[in-house]
């Protein structure tokens, strides 16, 4: 049976790792990306939270947006755009900031509804950063 608070404490680790270019090569190269995004369609809030962060992080790096959006990654941080927990919301917006990023990556979010869940989402949330999307134009 999974730990859940070794999951926990694996993603957060992740998280602080993946604000250094160097290791997130390492994570990727080891098929620490798939549990990532494995993690971040996880039931428990605080699982998906630090995989939502850890995906914003990896995709601060413009060589590996895409990368995150062909291997299934943008479906759980879209989903988690419907979670009553700020952490949650905060964590999926970030990560949607930096993927579009990669103009390769807007035809699906457009497709995705994207923009109108985040316009959606700024008018009920008091605080989350839903218009760093603004990249989009």
């Known amino acids: 049976k999974d730990d859940l608070k070794l999951q926990r404490a694996c993603c957060n680790a ?5 604000t250094n270019e160097d290791n997130i090569e390492g994570v990727i190269s080891n ?4 549990t990532i995004i494995r993690f971040a369609g996880s039931s428990d809030d605080e699982l998906r939270t630090a995989a939502l ?3 914003a992080n990896i995709a601060n790096n413009p060589n590996l947006r895409r990368m995150i959006v062909e291997r299934g990654g ?3 941080v879209l989903d988690n755009l419907g979670s009553s927990q700020v952490v949650v919301l905060r964590g999926a917006s970030s990560a949607i900031a930096n993927l579009a990023l990669e103009q390769l990556n807007h035809p699906e979010m457009l497709e995705r509804g994207t923009v109108e869940k985040l316009v959606l989402l700024a008018r009920k949330c008091k605080v989350c950063y839903c ?3 603004l990249l989009f134009v």
Request: net charge negative; charged share 10%; glycine share 12%.
């Open 74 to 76: 943008f479906d759980p």
């Open 53 to 55: 962060h850890t995906l």
């Open 14 to 18: 992740f998280a602080n790792l993946c």
């Open 31 to 34: 098929g620490g990306l798939d």
């Open 131 to 133: 218009f760093s999307l």
